[in-house]
């Protein structure tokens, strides 16, 4: 029997990495590494939501070992480490940062995912990744991008984000 069409109107937790214990409500939801080890709390809504972008920037492309980011800020006071803290592992540089900026880099010691990052030039926020949300609903709605940036470092052979906001370089 051919599986039912997915339907995505509402909160769902596809099969995604080691762990199965991701959740949502109306005000937060988790976001897990690929192995489960770390799992963070973050609220889906302002003010503890700040801002969605997705980044074609060239740190973003090496770091991300893809195409582009796609992030969304939170502020640090309204984010909570539910597990695995003491497994991530930071790296820092400013090299490769337009601004100048040095950005922080926590990444899970196990599989290496890349939970967040900290910009030096933006203090109490913390940058998260779209990917490591566990409710893939959220993706297409209250974390879907508001702008995308860095466009014109994008790979040609992509396209932009439909009903997304261009910004050349940065938005900041
Ligand atoms: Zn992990
Ligand atoms: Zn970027």
Sequence with gaps: MPDAPLDKSQSYFPLAGGASDGWSNGQEATATCFCGAVQLKFPTRAPGLVFTFICNCTDCRKITASMFASNF???????????????LTSFSQSHTIASGNTMTNYFCSTCGTLMYRVSSGFPGTSVLRL???DDFHLHETKLKPRVEQFTENRV???????????????RM
Excluded: I, P
């Design 73 to 87: 800020t939170v502020l640090d006071t309204h984010l909570t480490h539910l597990r695995g803290r003491e497994n």
């Design 131 to 133: 990917g490591t949300v």
């Design 156 to 170: 040609a052979w992509l396209h932009g984000a439909e009903g997304v906001k261009q910004v050349a370089k940065s």
